[in-house]
């Protein structure tokens, strides 16, 4: 099984015109979304907080994380970003993914759309 990636832009979401375009891998194993930290700097996203996250090889690490918008396959999302290392790869993460009814077929290495984005039944919506 190989690797997907796709291109992607992150943008501002308190200022729509100033984004940042790159190519991502699409990571079904990370929760949330990683931008290397200068790219992130560079159109004025901020980080809020901090999160203890899980690597893939066991190590847990503890990094910043902000909100953007998320923009990939004609469509986009407000989600949590990780400040990634100046070196590291993009990553779009399963929430981006998921929140826009995206899911990866893995024998081609592809992203599909799902013909609805799932939501569980609620009061007072009409069928």
């Known amino acids: 099984m190989g690797l997907t990636h796709m291109r992607a832009?992150?943008?501002?979401?308190?200022?729509?015109?100033?984004?940042?375009?790159?190519?991502?891998?699409?990571?079904t194993g990370a929760i949330d979304s990683l931008v290397p930290r200068q790219h992130l700097e560079?159109?004025?996203v901020?980080?809020?907080?901090?999160?203890?996250?899980?690597?893939?090889?066991?190590?847990?690490?503890?990094?910043?994380v902000g909100v953007a918008?998320?923009?990939?396959?004609?469509?986009?999302?407000g989600s949590t970003?990780?400040?990634?290392?100046?070196?590291?790869e993009p990553l779009l993460g399963v929430t981006a993914l998921e929140s826009l009814g995206i899911e990866v077929d893995?024998?081609?290495?592809q992203l599909?759309?799902?013909p609805s984005v799932r939501l569980k039944t609620a009061?007072?919506?009409a069928r």
């Open 69 to 77: 918008q998320l923009e990939f396959l004609g469509d986009f999302v």
């Open 46 to 64: 901020q980080a809020q907080g901090r999160r203890s996250y899980s690597l893939a090889d066991g190590s847990e690490t503890e990094m910043e």
């Open 112 to 114: 599909r759309r799902l």
């Open 123 to 125: 009061r007072g919506i």
């Open 106 to 109: 893995p024998t081609n290495q």
């Open 9 to 27: 832009t992150v943008r501002n979401p308190a200022d729509a015109g100033r984004f940042w375009t790159g190519d991502f891998l699409v990571d």
């Open 42 to 44: 560079a159109i004025g």
């Open 81 to 88: 970003i990780v400040f990634g290392p100046e070196d590291s």
